[in-house]
C-alpha cells in the first residue's frame, strides 16, 4: 500500500494579546528562557534601549507614584470632610441654643463668617416666614429679604428640583441677593431652605440661604453640596419651629 506524504498544516497565528497572556500566567518565563532578554527590544521613555528588568521596574515605580498620589488625595478629602463635618456640628449646637429669631440669625451669621469664611449671608424668606424678620435686628454681614412669587421666578430650577448649587450665579440673580456688594461677590453657595418630613428638604418652602465669597474658587460649580444641604435642614428646621 502507497502512503501520501503528509501535508504540514499552518499553526494558527499568536496575536500580541496570546503572549501577553501566556506571560501574566507564567511570570518566571524569563528566569528559563534568559538568552530571549537579549534579542527582546524593550522601549524607555528616555529612548534608549534597556533591560526588561529595568522596564518593570520603572513601571512599578511610575504606578507606585499614581498609588501615593492618589493615597494623598484621599486623605486630605478625608480631613477636609472631617472638618466640615466638625463646623456643622457647632453650628448645630449653636442654633439650637437660640430661643429666639433674633438669636437664630446672629448665630447663623457668626458661624457662617467664622467657620465658612462667608463675606456675605443672605436669608430670604417666603411669606410664610417673612414675619421673622421683624425679630431680627439688622447686622453686618447678614441680609434679610422677603421673597416675593416675582423674586422666585429668578431661581426656578433652584425652587423647583430643591437642589444646592455653587458657583457663579446671573448678574439679576446676584443683584437680588447681595444688592450694592453685589460686584464684589464672585462665587456663591445657595440653598432652598425648605422643612420637609424628618428633615428631608423636599417639603413646604420657607426661604433660600445664599453663602457669597469675594474669591471666585471659593464656591465652584463642582463641588460637592452633600455639607450644604445638610446646613440647609438644619437652618429649615429652626424656621419652622420658629413660624408653628
Not at 168 to 196: C, D, N
Request: net charge negative.
Amino acid at each position: 500500500m502507497s502512503t501520501q506524504p503528509t501535508q504540514d498544516l499552518d499553526p494558527a497565528p499568536i496575536d500580541a494579546q496570546t503572549v501577553a497572556d501566556y506571560l501574566r500566567r507564567h511570570p518566571d518565563f524569563f528566569l528559563s528562557h534568559a538568552e530571549l532578554l537579549s534579542e527582546l527590544a524593550v522601549p524607555h521613555p528616555s529612548g534608549d534601549a534597556v533591560s526588561l528588568v529595568e522596564r518593570q521596574i520603572c513601571v512599578l515605580r511610575e504606578h507606585n507614584q499614581h498609588l501615593k498620589h492618589q493615597l494623598q488625595t484621599l486623605i486630605h478629602n478625608a480631613r477636609s470632610n472631617e472638618t466640615l463635618s466638625e463646623r456643622i456640628h457647632r453650628l448645630t449646637l449653636s442654633l439650637l441654643a437660640c430661643d429666639t429669631p433674633e438669636g437664630m440669625f446672629t448665630a447663623l451669621c457668626h458661624k457662617l463668617r467664622e467657620d465658612f469664611e462667608a463675606d456675605g449671608v443672605v436669608v430670604c424668606l417666603t411669606e410664610d416666614a417673612a414675619h421673622l424678620m421683624h425679630a431680627a435686628a439688622p447686622r453686618q454681614g447678614l441680609e434679610l429679604r422677603r421673597l416675593t412669587a416675582e423674586d422666585l421666578r429668578l431661581f426656578d430650577d433652584l425652587v423647583k428640583d430643591r437642589q444646592a448649587v455653587c458657583g457663579r450665579l446671573t448678574h439679576r440673580q446676584r443683584s437680588y441677593l447681595f444688592g450694592e456688594h453685589a460686584a464684589a461677590v464672585t462665587s456663591v453657595a445657595l440653598t432652598p431652605l425648605a422643612a420637609g418630613p424628618e428633615g428631608e428638604g423636599h417639603g413646604e418652602l420657607l426661604g433660600m440661604l445664599a453663602i457669597g465669597s469675594r474669591d471666585t474658587q471659593r464656591f465652584q460649580s463642582g463641588m460637592g453640596t452633600v455639607f450644604l444641604k445638610q446646613l440647609a435642614e438644619i437652618v429649615a428646621a429652626r424656621l419652622a419651629g420658629a413660624t408653628a
